[in-house]
Structures are given as C-alpha cells and as structure tokens.
C-alpha cells in the first residue's frame, strides 16, 4: 500500500505506519493509535523525534558492526580491551547481555541477524566475508561463537565455524550446560545429555 | 526518564520512545528498534512522517467527539443520517465495527473510553457532560447504548443510562444472545441464559 493513498485519512496512515513495526497487526496498530491521540500526544512527538534522531545518526561501526553514532563504537575505541579474542554475537542485545556478566574483556562482531534459510537469510546476507576480514587482522588468535543454541544459531555457527577453522583461526563456542540456579529434575534432556557430554 | 538524558545514546532514546507504546515492554521496543534501524529505515521514516502528520491535523469531531481532521467527522456532516437516532460508542474501532454491518443509518457519539475506577476513569472523564449537551439536541428521540459487555461497559451503561432518562430520552441497549454461526454447546452459560431471559 503506498503512503500517499489520496482517500487516506492521516489516522488510516499512522494506523499503517505502525503496523509495519514487528509485531504489530492492524489491532494492536489502531489501539496504539488511539492511545497516542487521545492520552499521549506528547508520547508521539517524542517518538517521531526519537525516530528522526536515530536515522539521521545511528549507524554501524566500521569494525565490530554495531550500532554507533560514531565511526567506531565505545567497546572497538576502547584500547584496553583484549584485541586477541573476538566474540560473534547475533544482536547488539546479546551482546549487552554478555558485557552485562563483566566476565569477557575482548572484542566482539555483532553479526546483526543469523543464518534462516527460510527468511532468505543466508551467510553472505550476514556479512560473513566482512567477519572474515575482521578476524583475519593479525591479531585475533580466538574466535567466540556467542550465537545462540536454537537451529537457526547452530546453523550460523557451523557455517562461521568452518570458514574461520580454513582460515587457520581457533574458534571455541559457548559451553552448553545445566543453567545456574536449576535443579536437574526441571533442566530438558538435551541441555543434560550436552552438559554431560562436556562434563569437567 | 527525560529525552535529553546526557548519556543516552539515540538508540536508547529510541527504545525509551517505543516503549511508551500500549502494551510494549523493553523487549519489544529493543526489537522494533533493531529492526527499524537495520531493515526498514523507510518504515521509520514512514512511522516519524506519520506521527508528525496526525499530531499537526487530527483534532476531534465537534459533535461526536470522534478522531477527524475536519470540524465535523464525515458522518457527522452526512444530512442523510437519521438524527432522531444517537448510538454511544467507546471507541472509533467500535463505531467502524457498526458501520460495517451497514444496517444502522443514525448518528453516533464515540465516549474514547469506559468508566473504569480502577485506571480513576470516572464518568466526568468520559465527557459525560457533553454525551448530555449533545443527546438534548431537540432532534435525538432514542440514545443507542452500544458499549461492551464487560464489567466496565456495564458500569458505563448504567451511569449514562440513569443520566439520560432522567433527562427524558429513551434508552436502549444492544440485544444480547447468542452470536451468529455459534453453536449452543460452545456458548458461555451467561451469554445462554441472557438470550433466554431476552427471547423473541
């Protein structure tokens, strides 16, 4: 449907603009518009500017790919962290999950999506030559795959994994195992079977 | 939270003004964000353009009090519609759901909401007043109460119901029973006992 519809009411056309938010079907879009012009108005001006702002500044870091509003983000400008391990990650989320733990002081490369065929996503989609590139700097000795433990990640990781091994690098993956905190009588079988395969 | 947060980068600015949508939390918005800035940035633009477009024309219907960009809404301004009929409805999603049925040709007044003393949503909030002004046009012979059947549309009928016939009008409300293509078996017992007490 084309934005400049001439019958479009401006309420019709923010209905259809929010629809095209992920998520978002044609009853949660009118309750979203409703609300924004009956009890916050001053809630929709901030978003328009919000949305504004991002586009005109947010883009990706030239080397780890994240979001940024500068060439380079604050992890990849930062001098103290450990250029020797790279850490692959889907989104800038799990990354901000893993910098949460205050557990890896290395680099990383957020790969913005992961590999689903059934989307039409596939390796070259993901800039997987540009992880290459990245990886292959002369000083990373140790790829990461953070991606996550669902077919679509097992799927991603294997792919990486088999061009950065032919590239020479070592690659090593999350370990896989009993969560913290759960009792085994709750845990599912193949989290067990792996966590006692992996067992040290 | 201010927008003009010092440290807030504009993504976060962004998820912050996503989140004040109805029924988004932080991981929807963070979503939406990502999604917006890495897919469908025309859909941002898209979403800011409408946004500011709403915000800057759409007001309400003087007399029905309905979302319009005119001083009287479509209906409103119809000479056709029969004024001797005034259907009260709570939300303009509502009054599209009658009109589609095509089988009602009076006109309408859109409450934008419910009684609900749990949200402090009194009648006066409502505009109860103004349902008032309007229904004692000189030309209104029956007000049509079509709210919900919820515990709050209830409430909100009985108040408007005991107002308006205490200034004379006539008041109906829709017809409860069972819905069309439905069969008994499946059907809640209130709704079943309803259409019995109403049958025909």
Known sequence: MSTSHPSQTRLEGLIEALRRLPGVGIKSAQRMAFHLLQHDRDAADQLARALD????????????HTFTENPLCDICADDERDAQQLCVVESPADQAALERTGSYRGLYYVLMGRISPLDGV???????????DR???????????????TAEGEATAHV???????????????ARGVPAGSELEYVDLSTIAHALVDRR
Chains 1, 2 share one sequence.
Request: proline letters at 0%; charged letters at 20%; glycine letters at 14%.
């Open 122 to 132: 596939g390796a070259s989609d993901l800039g997987a030559g540009q992880l290459m």
């Open 53 to 64: 702002g991002a586009l005109a500044a947010v883009g990706h870091c030239a080397r780890c």
């Open 135 to 149: 990886a292959l700097d002369g000083r990373v000795q140790e790829v990461i795959l953070a991606v996550s433990f």
């Open 160 to 174: 990486l994994a088999e061009a950065l091994k032919a590239r020479g690098l070592r690659v090593t993956r999350l």
